[in-house]
């Protein structure tokens, strides 16, 4: 196991590890933001292709002098790196291959999670479980069914990276700043997500009556910045292969919440049970985030096109659960 003997001291008395599986693209992007920015005092980094994940720890670990907090960085080709962890970040996965369909990737990476949450749970039986890895709602239905553990201790990221591009269309758009944006994109973390425009407003203004000499935010605008959204992933992808670091350094913006006990509201995906008469899926709405995991899976006000949209991203997670077996 790489280590980082020479992190300060004061690193292991904060008594909190974050622990990421997967040593590819996200999670080195992860366990880099978390390093950045002092998301965990220890944060332990365990792949099965030992090699790259002792060259990723120590690479990591040569910086920590420079980083915003004293980090201890450890990890290998052991699993028993992520023991006694607080938060289990996954990101290990197949990557989708040429010709696979999205459900077929699906169906591959529930096998891996088949094999990889017993061990994980051996190990860090007392962790808040959170999933990156894609299809992230289909897999957080799929991880709660195998570990049994309650909802609220595994959920995935969900679209708290898309709600933060959707608020930075908005911010750009509006020319305010973005922490001034309050909109969310909820339902499937996918092509069937949708922002809750009936909610969204710029500072206590609804978005729709927001006017900078003209009204800015038309129906025709509102959606084409919802489809700028929903295709954001694929014009990275066609870029430069992957998506990594904004998904990154959203894994550690929960992760934070996490540790900090901050009672923060993300919309992460939970299985959900009952909210909008929905039960049995995973999708994302806004939730309060803090110690222990998701406290809350808030009811958020939604217009009748909107609950319509939310049921449909449900049906079609259903649709796909069930194509899987699950």
């Not at 670990?61 to 962890?85: E, K, L, P, R, Y």
């Not at 913006?253 to 540790?259: D, Q, S, W």
């Amino acid at each position: 196991m790489a280590t980082n003997p020479g992190a300060a001291p004061e690193a292991a008395r904060s008594g909190t590890k974050l622990a990421v599986v997967g040593a590819g693209s996200v999670g080195t992007s992860l366990a880099y933001a978390a390093l950045i920015r002092g998301s965990a005092g220890h944060v332990a980094l365990y792949d099965v292709n030992a090699a790259k994940a002792e060259a990723e720890v120590l690479d990591l670990a040569h910086g920590t002098q420079f980083s915003a907090a004293a980090v201890t960085v450890d990890g290998g080709g052991d699993i028993a790196a992520v023991a006694s962890a607080d938060v289990v970040v996954i990101t290990a996965g197949a990557k989708q291959s040429p010709g696979q369909t999205r459900l077929d990737l699906a169906g591959t990476n529930v096998r891996i999670l088949e094999q990889l949450m017993p061990r994980l749970i051996d190990h860090a039986p007392d962790a808040v479980y959170v999933l990156v890895t894609n299809p992230c709602d289909v897999l957080t239905v799929a991880a709660q069914k195998i570990t049994g553990l309650p909802p609220s201790r595994i959920f995935s990221s969900g679209t708290v990276l898309d709600t933060s591009r959707l608020r930075g269309l908005l911010a750009h758009r509006a020319g305010v700043s973005v922490s001034s944006v309050h909109a969310s994109m909820v339902g499937e973390h996918g092509d069937t997500e949708f922002p809750v425009w009936s909610g969204a407003t710029i500072g206590p203004v609804p978005i729709r009556e927001w006017v900078d000499g003209v009204r800015l935010f038309t129906d025709a605008s509102l959606a084409e910045t919802a489809r700028e959204v929903t295709q954001a992933a694929y014009k990275v992808i066609a870029g430069k292969g992957a998506t990594n670091y904004a998904i990154g350094l959203s894994g550690a913006r929960i992760v934070e919440a996490l540790l900090r006990s901050e009672n923060a509201v993300l919309p992460v995906s939970t299985v959900l049970d009952g909210q909008h008469g929905i039960s049995g899926v995973a999708l994302s709405l806004p939730s309060v985030v803090g110690r222990g995991g998701v406290r809350t899976v808030l009811e958020t006000p939604m217009d009748d096109g909107e609950i319509a949209s939310l049921h449909h991203s449900a049906e079609t997670l259903r649709q796909s659960l069930a194509s899987l077996g699950i």
